[in-house]
């Protein structure tokens, strides 16, 4: 196990660091799933956390106000994929925040219609896209997600269908959420940030700080929710966990760490000194 103190790279994610290893009870750490606490595979039913997340955060949720993961995954299945489920208190919202799980108890709204419009709408948009057969559609229940990351070319494959997309999503009162080698299409009014702000909300008791790590474009709702309590007076840090597909995400980070292993890494030593 690496047990080395993270280094924030900005002034004020080196506040957010002090503030959780000062007052860590009251400290709120929220993760996304693929790509920071599960490295990034071909095949997302293949996806699972890094064999060392959950034991991260199980050694964290006693010492911390509150684990949270803010996935687009379904939240159960985030919760079996990762082998979280004897997390103590550990909360997931899934679908960017439209389920929360806690305890083995999931919450979940019915779906928008436009979900079943786009279920049957779906193939033939792809066959009119010309969408290469390796394309992959992941059903989700509240949302539809359309992958490339199998396909000889998925960017040209991605782009070629965001037109198409979009008007789908337009037409069904559905939104386009990118990601990485991957378009969805799921219900408009939540997102990662929202998700983190109505968590915190519903919680009470305003955070000691808070710390957010992730890795994708839909994170960064997520990272605005974090500088916005900062202007509010919380101290907060932005993780990226790093990849070369997407470098948004570290262009606003306050700490970049290497993928999931970097995650995991940075988790271990998190509280090293801490009072
Ligand atoms: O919010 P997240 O937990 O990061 O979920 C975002 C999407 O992640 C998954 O897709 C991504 O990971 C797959 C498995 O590694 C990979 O094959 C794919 O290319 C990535 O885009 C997931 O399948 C989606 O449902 C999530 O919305």
């Known amino acids: 196990m690496n047990t080395s103190s993270p280094r924030s790279v900005t002034a004020a994610g080196t506040d957010g660091l002090n503030a959780i290893r000062t007052r860590p009870a009251g400290a709120v750490l929220g993760f996304d799933f693929d790509g920071t606490l599960a490295p990034i595979v071909d095949d997302p039913d293949a996806a699972r956390a890094h064999p060392r997340a959950a034991a991260a955060l199980g050694r964290l949720a006693p010492l911390v106000g509150s684990l949270v993961i803010v996935t687009g995954r379904p939240a159960a299945l985030a919760v079996e994929r990762g082998g979280f489920e004897g997390i103590d208190g550990l909360v997931v919202l899934g679908q960017y925040g439209l389920e929360r799980w806690e305890s083995g108890v999931l919450t979940e709204p019915e779906p928008p219609p436009g979900v079943a419009e786009v279920r049957a709408k779906l193939p033939g948009v792809l066959t009119a896209a010309g969408a290469p057969p390796e394309t992959y559609v992941e059903d989700k229940g509240q949302a539809l997600a359309v992958h490339t990351r199998r396909c000889a070319e998925p960017q040209v494959a991605l782009d070629r269908l965001r037109g198409l997309l979009d008007a789908l999503a337009e037409r069904t009162g559905l939104v386009v959420e990118p990601g990485r080698f991957v378009l969805e299409l799921r219900p408009p009014g939540m997102d990662k940030g929202r998700a983190l702000r109505s968590f915190l909300a519903d919680r009470g008791a305003a955070p000691s700080a808070v710390l957010f790590a992730g890795d994708d474009l839909g994170d960064l709702a997520a990272f605005d929710a974090v500088e916005e309590l900062r202007a509010e007076g919380v101290p907060g840090v932005k993780v990226c966990s790093g990849s070369a597909e997407v470098t948004e995400v570290a262009e606003r980070a306050d700490v970049v ?19």
């Not at 760490?257 to 009072?275: C, I, R, T, Y």
């Open 257 to 275: 760490v290497d993928g999931p292993e970097g995650v995991v890494e940075f988790l271990d030593g998190l509280l090293d000194g801490a009072s």
